[in-house]
């Protein structure tokens, strides 16, 4: 009770948590088809997509499809691809990170030497590459390859954080404790190891998905992402941008969108990292 | 958020129209492809082509504006009873770009050379040549092998110029000039500059002394370069900056859209399932949407029942396009045998018009039940894609005429004897060859335009294209541009421009 009433008196939290709720929301609320050009009324005379209005709020884009639809869809997209994304990181960060802290010695700078050549590539030029070799690959399955290369892509930092908890806490007295004891190794990162960085672990997961979600986008601008007609806000950027004059609606939807959702998990990581600090200010 | 605004404004300024040339001498203009070659026996892409043309003069061209036949290199002509002899009368005083004259024997130059390069495109036309006879310097006939109601248009083409024997330069880069127009220089895959040929015997046709054409430009650049004064006309606009441009007064009496000879579609390989069956073939055609295709080509384009664009001679104009009609299309299907549609790879040029009309088409083929995966490709891998008989069967065609004559569209799209070559639908229907090759011989206009709304109608029920549309081309001009009319045939045609502030 006493963490739900600490959350509460956090403002950011309760910003970033209200603002991932209306994500979610938003997600699986019914909204239209997100493919669907509104044959007779989705452009103008012209061809011109239609400013916002009581019929589209949000405008329609260069096709005739409603950008609101668009964006409600993109909002999926989005969270279940970060999700994916962040889980395949998180499963990777753990396992390297925590055998890394526990295990120490030769097995920990190697490792350590692994993730050091990750982060030492530039994350967008790793990500072309890697997109562009799972395309080929076909892995298909549309949105596969975007997984995969966020999740390999943002495993490191995690791995960092993980092992360098671990070490310390692998030579802490409960350990040698349990160790002392014959626990297997496997027992004692799992049963003593693991719930001691739990927090910290929450905190890494809710800002690498805000991360993750950005590099979706990212992916999908410099048309990476999922194909189309897959509505994705990066995608509705990159199409948008053409008509910054004559519908900047276009640009400005997903360009919301994708900030309010970056925000959101933020505050929301940060709101955690000071509940679940133990050494942090007491409020 | 004071800060913000001036920013949002400033980035909003608006550019109008120029009203004073910055060079009068110089027209300059840009294209998003690049001249390959300036070798009227190769010159086969647009481009290339087109600058070909500037430079190149033949013994017959087309009027300002119009596809209809005026004397050029030649002062006259006559065609003898059995369709079978033309015979020309040079005009006199023509001369090469160095001031050497232009004689008969010349043609036959040309004509020798382009049977002797097997790299070049045009053997094809001339297969129908029997022998060229040349009498003294001044006039020549040529005799064919079966009368051809279109070999004048082939005249036109800019691979028969006349060539001198002794030319030493390459002409790929070293061009014997023949027309209005010489090079002056030529920074590959950069800028061609053409000037005034000082030995043309029509000045009236070089108004503007230079023309200047940058090449590898892309489109938003190009319309951002033409915004900035840097480019004095641009053409093939952007979907975005079209509308931009459209909807602003300063603009509007400079933007125009002119018909093209060429024609959009889907095609099939008709020899590979679903699409051996005619009534999947038709019931593509009743899912498409045409109207709403033009309306995303913002207007800028026509719906098609076939190949043969508007205007064209021997058009049957009593056919419409397929109706939009869902219901239709899935009882064919169901009839075929796809009562739940199937699934599809439909390969797209990865360009805007492209990448749109393959949205569209996705989501009405959805309608019917049938699946559209979209496989975007580079032009190049696109052409060497569809050339090979086991490549997607289903894609975007296109097809732009050399000459308007509709056996340019017809024969080489459907004929049986192209398969392998520009047939890559594999269509051949024994009784369509029979219309083909009977009109393309007819000498009388009436029954030759029978003759194809006959084909037409053929075409039309078998349907081995979902036929889409007919492209025009939009453009937009600074105001001091004077003159221009655009030409059905070359596009661009600058020889009655001039540049002049609007008074």
């Not at chain 1, 276009?250 to 998990?265: K, M, N, Y």
């Not at chain 2, 004897?417 to 060859?433: F, K, W």
């Amino acid at each position: 009770m006493r963490a739900v009433r600490r959350f509460m008196a956090n403002r950011g939290a309760l910003v970033g948590a209200a603002l991932v709720l209306l994500l979610v929301v938003l997600s699986v609320l019914p909204h239209g088809d997100p493919l669907a050009p509104h044959i007779d009324r989705g452009l103008s005379a012209m061809g011109a997509p239609l400013p916002p209005s009581g019929d589209a709020f949000l405008g329609t884009d260069h096709l005739g499809r409603d950008v609101w639809a668009r964006i409600c869809a993109g909002a999926t997209t989005s969270l279940e691809l970060a999700t994916l994304s962040t889980l395949l990181a998180l499963a990777l960060g753990l396992s390297v990170g925590l055998t890394a802290g526990y295990a120490g010695g030769w097995v920990d700078s190697a490792l350590m030497r692994l993730v050091d050549l990750v982060l030492a590539f530039p994350f967008l030029l790793l990500a072309i590459l890697l997109a562009a070799l799972l395309r080929e690959a076909d892995l298909a399955g549309g949105s596969a390859p975007v997984v995969l290369t966020i999740g390999i892509c943002g495993w490191t930092s995690m791995a960092r954080v993980i092992r360098g908890k671990s070490l310390s806490l692998a030579r802490s007295e409960h350990v040698l404790a349990a160790r002392a004891l014959g626990a297997s190794p496997l027992r004692i990162v799992v049963r003593h190891v693991l719930p001691n960085i739990a927090g910290i672990v929450i905190v890494v997961t809710a800002l690498g998905f805000a991360q993750n979600l950005l590099a979706e986008s990212v992916l999908s601008y410099l048309g990476l992402g999922p194909p189309p007609p897959a509505p994705t806000w990066g995608r509705m950027l990159y199409e948008g941008r053409a008509y910054y004059r004559t519908a900047p609606w276009l640009s400005i939807a997903p360009g919301v969108a994708v900030l309010t959702a970056v925000v959101a998990f933020n505050l929301l990581g940060d709101a955690l990292r000071d509940l679940l600090d133990p050494k942090g200010p007491r409020r | 958020m004071k800060w913000l605004l001036v920013l949002l404004v400033a980035c909003n300024v608006d550019r109008g129209p120029h009203w004073r040339p910055r060079d009068a001498s110089t027209l300059r203009f840009s294209t998003h492809q690049q001249v390959s070659t300036l070798d009227p026996t190769i010159a086969y892409d647009e481009v290339s082509v087109w600058i070909a043309h500037s430079l190149y003069d033949t013994l017959v061209d087309y009027a300002p504006g119009s596809t209809e036949l005026v004397p050029r290199l030649a002062e006259r002509w006559e065609i003898s009873p059995d369709g079978r002899r033309y015979h020309f009368w040079l005009r006199p005083g023509i001369a090469y770009a160095d001031g050497r004259p232009i004689v008969a024997a010349d043609f036959e130059t040309s004509f020798q050379r382009t049977l002797a390069r097997p790299d070049s495109p045009f053997q094809q036309y001339l297969a129908g040549v029997d022998h060229v006879a040349i009498v003294g310097d001044r006039e020549l006939e040529i005799t064919l092998k079966h009368p051809d109601a279109t070999f004048l248009y082939v005249l036109g083409m800019p691979f028969t110029t006349p060539l001198r024997a002794d030319h030493a330069g390459d002409l790929r880069r070293d061009p014997l000039a023949s027309g209005p127009y010489m090079l002056d220089s030529w920074d590959e895959g950069q800028r061609v500059v053409l000037r005034k040929n000082p030995h043309y015997f029509d000045p009236s046709r070089t108004r503007v002394e230079r023309l200047e054409m940058l090449e590898n430009v892309p489109r938003d650049t190009q319309f951002l370069m033409f915004e900035k004064g840097e480019l004095d006309a641009a053409e093939n606009l952007a979907a975005a900056d079209y509308l931009w441009v459209i909807e602003q007064p300063a603009w509007q009496p400079y933007v125009h859209s002119a018909p093209q000879m060429n024609a959009f579609g889907i095609r099939m390989n008709v020899r590979e399932k679903p699409f051996d069956d005619r009534r999947v073939r038709q019931a593509l055609n009743y899912a498409l949407d045409k109207q709403h295709t033009v309306k995303l080509l913002n207007g800028a384009a026509v719906a098609s029942h076939g190949v043969l664009p508007p205007g064209m001679f021997g058009r049957d104009d009593t056919l419409k396009p397929y109706p939009h009609d869902p219901a239709k299309a899935r009882a064919l299907l169901a009839e075929a045998g796809y009562p739940h549609g199937f699934e599809i790879d439909y390969v797209t040029i990865s360009d805007e018009e492209g990448e749109t009309t393959a949205a569209s088409i996705q989501a009405d083929l959805a309608e019917v039940g049938v699946r559209v995966h979209i496989t975007p490709m580079s032009l190049s891998a696109y052409v060497s894609a569809v050339s090979r008989p086991d490549g997607p069967a289903f894609s975007i065609a296109s097809w732009v005429a050399d000459y308007p004559d509709p056996s340019n569209f017809l024969d080489p799209r459907f004929h049986s004897r192209a398969i392998g070559s520009t047939n890559d639908s594999y269509y051949a229907n024994p009784e369509l060859d029979a219309v083909l090759d009977a009109a393309h011989a007819e000498a009388d206009p009436a029954r030759r335009a029978a003759m194809y709304h006959r084909a037409e109608r053929i075409l039309y029920d078998d349907a081995p294209w979902v036929w889409n549309y007919h492209r025009e081309m939009t453009e937009v001009d600074q105001p001091y541009v004077r003159g221009y009319v655009p030409h059905p045939v070359w596009g661009r045609d600058y020889t009655s421009t001039w540049l002049e502030a609007p008074r």
